[in-house]
């Protein structure tokens, strides 16, 4: 067994994390000098990314590792060059100018910080990841951005945003996606690379415990092929970008088949990878036959959790098998964050309440394994929202 099977095969064991450990910075401390975001990005990035821990785009526990870096080239309205964005004050942090020969539009670069989401989750941290990966890849499309590579060389991804080669006691940031913001050139990464990198962040007080050195082992060893991706996001009202939340459960009805047709189209549309709709069973109704699941059938497999026999139905996400090669790993992962993004927000705009699902274990119901899922259901007054 590799040791990125090893990982995988702790991150669905039915062992609980252990303590919380501290959570480190909200936004990496870049040295660098503040810049308002560009007009023609303020909206894309507003819409996507911009807040405290009440943003845009779904996260494991609100705990939000992703990072942005964006690659501006000639006519962004900032001198060419690479720029930190800072999310929760919407900023840009100059990571050092270039050259005016670097190439035209704007690229940004997906990192993940990964003390973030260990702090709470533990060894079940580093798939949490690449799904809130790709739910920002997700927010980015909806927001307008037309492309997106969900398994960009992960050497080439460092080098295009200028990632030190050596932290120097900062908490590292591992690239694991790109989304082209504006058109720009097919090769624009590698014109990028070949920059120098900049300096690294300020240091972090807290020493990394095992649990956290793991979880970069494996973000380390996720390969890629650079492929893009036109993006196919549904057309929404900017209202519908900004207003969505994750809805607390319980909402156990059963929401309108044709409703639940369109979000189940909308993934199956967006990130190839095998979906599918549970619902949940009416009261006093029989079980169903063995390979028919419903959403209460799953708890145990979702981190022990209880609310999913308090949803109307569930949209799940396969794939990833247990010996799947580091590749498929990381793909199908973000791949399914991605969909699962794209049709919460569909949800949300046809008036149902969501909850994504991100945590799952082995057991009950067998395989093929959940990768994610997204809960579903008819939204009552007594639901309240939470990030």
């Given amino acids: 067994m590799t040791s990125l099977q090893t990982a995988l095969a702790r991150a669905r064991c039915a062992q609980p994390p252990g303590p919380d450990i501290p959570a480190g910075h909200q936004v990496t401390p870049w040295p660098g000098e503040h810049h308002p975001v560009p007009p023609h990005l303020n909206r894309l990035l507003r819409l996507s990314l911009a807040g405290d821990r009440l943003r845009p785009a779904a996260s494991a526990g609100a705990l939000h590792p992703v990072n942005t870096h964006l690659l501006l080239g000639p006519g962004n309205g900032l001198p060419p060059g690479r720029y930190a964005y800072d999310p929760v ?15 035209p539009g704007a690229v940004a670069v ?6 973030r989401t260990v702090s709470h989750y533990g060894h079940r941290a580093w798939p949490l990841l690449l799904l809130d990966t790709g739910h920002a890849t997700a927010a980015l499309a909806l927001a307008g951005a037309p492309q997106w590579c969900p398994d960009a060389d992960t050497t080439l ?33 590698d014109h990028w690379a070949a920059y120098a990198p900049g300096a690294p962040p300020l240091p972090t007080p807290h020493a990394p415990p095992p649990v956290l050195q793991e979880a970069w082992r494996v973000l380390s060893s996720l390969p890629g092929t650079t492929t893009w991706r036109r993006t196919v996001a549904p057309v929404l009202p900017d209202t519908a970008l900004t207003s969505r939340r994750s809805a607390r459960p ?32 009416r009261p006093g109704t029989a079980a169903g036959p063995p390979d028919e ?32 090669p580091p590749a498929r790993v990381r793909r199908d992962h973000v791949l399914a964050g991605h969909g699962a993004g794209l049709a919460q927000a569909v949800a949300i705009h046809l008036g149902l309440a969501s ?5 799952w274990q082995h057991g009950p119901c067998g395989p093929p394994h959940i990768v994610h899922a997204l809960a579903l259901g008819v939204r009552t007054p007594e639901g309240t929202d939470r990030p």
Avoid: N
């Fill in 250 to 281: 319980p909402f156990p009805d059963v929401p309108e088949a044709t409703l639940l047709e369109e979000v189940l189209a909308t993934a199956r549309h967006t990130a190839p990878v095998p979906w599918r709709l549970l619902t949940a069973r």
């Fill in 355 to 359: 909850r994504p699902i991100g945590s």
């Fill in 89 to 103: 004050r919407h900023r840009l942090l100059a990571r050092g100018t270039v050259s005016a020969d670097a190439p």
């Fill in 293 to 324: 699941a419903a959403p209460a059938d799953l708890a145990a497999r979702a981190a022990g959790q209880p609310l999913l026999g308090q949803v109307g139905a569930l949209l799940v996400a396969h794939g990833c098998p247990d010996d799947a």
């Fill in 157 to 189: 991804l460092a080098a295009a945003a200028g990632l030190p080669p050596d932290w120097d006691g900062a908490e590292p940031e591992h690239p694991l996606a790109a989304v082209r913001l504006t058109p720009g050139p097919a090769d624009a990464l």
């Fill in 110 to 115: 997906l990192t993940v910080t990964a003390r």
